[in-house]
């Protein structure tokens, strides 16, 4: 049999029905999106019970294509039914380019970037927020030595790359290759690129990247990030993640695109490193009630709950009171949400604050982020998709959970935007909002309640007790 690796897995002429079965049985998962309609007693015609990751070939029903990441436990069952395995690899490797680390790794990175991570030429780093992911990717670059390709999601981790190249490489910003936004230039070490401008040249790129690294890999599932990665035969690729959790519960696919998971970096040493503050949650009881079944219009009663002027005065007046210092961060789903509480705020504490949200035009986005680091915002009302990875403020202190959220992945990203260290920041502060009176949203709260005692943080309530 050969096992060949190129930009994908091919298994070649296995011998042993067993390992053709395995193999399809481990790359065949269940369909989160057909579990969720039978859930709600929809209509489930057109959606397939489980998704198949793996492709027959037309010419033998013995090859199978599979992802490339999935090639450790590929070759862990080829040795267990016995398989002869002939490997080929097909991967790209290019000639070596110079590239020197300036920056100093703390021990907790130091472990995370000479070990296993490094040993294999493919696989993920899990670190949350303040491990330095970033420039443990360009230590890991310089020392690979390979021309490399950054595939980021949003243009502030593009321009974050960027700096920390800059920053850590010694590469000048006018020498980073850059794709998207309206640019294509390819640098001749590094490029920094967006996944949907990437997706769409894959074979012009393909021949020029011995290494792919991919920023918050948890994206990867969604189609076109995956096909965005899939397309390159480089021999190495590396996936950072704050979370290896995907909404949309496929959270195999990360590993299966980019290899396994390789290196955890616990909060602990980051806390006692100083590199993190420690954390605690208010959960604040809401009154808020409705007669709509949550499990079958979901959207209404979150549009219900945002309208609800009792629940809104309670986090308005939470907002007001809280003096410690640094940025309140008040996080919704919600435009109108967002733009409601603003109005409440000032016309009944006099408190002023800005809103960041999908429709805030990009110069007056950037003129409020620019205010935020100069300390002249107080209160900032946001949306949660313009909060998550890359947005980077420190002097983020105290967030407010105003929506309901369940997904785990999700709710650790959004502690991770107020647990940077700041000057005159001791501890950071989550006020949590929790719905009672309405079963599915209490189910989100014990969901989020267990998610931050798993990642360490203090919860000063219990739900059995209400």
């Known amino acids: 049999m050969e096992f060949i690796l190129n930009d994908r897995l091919v298994l070649k002429d296995i011998e042993n029905a067993d390992t053709l079965d395995r193999v399809k ?39 199978l294509s599979c992802p490339r990441g999935f090639a450790d436990r590929a070759y862990k069952i080829c040795k267990e039914f016995n398989e002869k395995i002939l490997l080929r690899d097909e991967r790209r490797v290019l000639e070596p380019v110079d590239i020197t680390f300036y920056g100093t790794l703390h021990d907790f990175q ?55 190249i ?26 920094v690129g ?14 020029i990247f011995g290494h792919i690294i991919v920023d918050e890999c948890h994206k990867c599932p969604s189609k ?10 480089a021999k190495f690729r590396l996936g950072l993640t704050a979370t290896g959790y995907r909404r949309d519960k496929l959270d195999a696919l990360i590993f299966m695109t980019l290899g396994e998971l390789r ?23 809401t009154e808020f009630e409705t007669i709509l ?7 209404a009663v979150i549009k219900a709950l945002s309208l609800d002027h009792l629940r809104n005065s309670l986090i308005c007046r939470d907002i007001a009171m809280e003096d410690r210092p640094g940025i309140r961060l008040v996080l919704t789903d919600r435009r109108e949400h967002a733009l409601t509480l603003k109005h409440m705020l000032e016309n009944n504490h006099g408190v002023s604050s800005e809103v960041l949200t999908g429709n805030t035009p990009k110069n007056q986005r950037e003129s409020i982020v ?44 959004y502690i991770g935007r107020i647990l940077r260290p700041a000057e005159g920041k001791s501890e950071a502060l989550i006020y949590d909002y929790i719905d009672l009176n309405v079963g599915v949203l209490k189910a989100s709260a014990t969901t989020r309640i267990e998610t931050y005692r798993k990642e360490g943080i203090t919860v000063d309530c219990k739900l059995a007790e209400w």
């Open 224 to 233: 076109t990030f995956t096909e965005a990665v899939s397309g390159f035969d």
């Open 110 to 164: 130091k472990r995370a970037v000479t070990g296993d991570l490094f040993k294999n030429t493919h696989g993920v780093l899990s670190a949350g927020t303040g491990s330095g992911k970033t420039v443990m990717a360009l230590y890991i670059i310089a020392s690979r030595r390979q021309p490399a390709l950054v595939v980021v999601h949003t243009v502030e981790l593009l321009r974050q790359w960027q700096e920390r």
């Open 166 to 191: 800059e920053t850590f490489l010694g590469i000048p910003a006018e020498e980073v290759g850059i794709i998207g936004g309206g640019k294509f230039r390819a640098g001749e070490k590094l490029t």
């Open 370 to 413: 620019k205010a935020l680091g100069r300390g002249e915002v107080s209160t900032l009302m946001a949306t949660g998709q313009l909060i998550g990875e890359g947005f980077d403020l420190p002097e983020l202190a105290t967030l407010f959970l105003v929506m309901p959220i369940k997904f785990k992945g999700r709710l650790i990203q």
């Open 25 to 63: 049985q481990q790359l065949t998962l269940d369909n989160p999106q057909y579990i969720l309609l039978n859930n709600l007693g929809k209509w489930t015609g057109n959606t397939p019970r489980k998704l198949k990751f793996y492709e027959n070939s037309e010419e033998s029903p013995q090859t």
């Open 263 to 285: 290196h955890t970096i616990e909060k602990t040493p980051l806390v006692e490193s100083g590199k993190l503050c420690s954390a605690q949650v208010v959960c604040r009881q």
């Open 194 to 207: 967006l996944y949907q401008s990437i997706r769409k040249r894959v074979d012009e790129l393909k021949p």
């Open 293 to 299: 079944d949550a499990s079958l219009n979901y959207p």
